[in-house]
């Protein structure tokens, strides 16, 4: 499964709901932040694992 597989949702500039999976299920979705536009799109499948780290230009 390639990182950008399930992208299926517009991009949007914030995030309006934040909790989108059960905590009794494997995730199923999850968000994803586009660095260039500065939006978050909604993807499915698992989020990799790793570390986001917020600056000032992101």
């Not at 914030?14 to 799109?41: G, Q």
């Amino acid at each position: 499964m390639g990182s950008d597989a399930g992208t299926n949702m517009m991009e949007q500039k914030s995030i309006d709901r934040l909790i989108i999976n059960s905590p009794y299920e494997e995730p199923a979705r999850h968000w994803s932040y586009n660095r260039e536009r500065r939006t978050f799109s909604l993807s499915e499948g698992r989020r990799p694992a790793g570390y986001v780290v917020a600056s000032e230009g992101s």
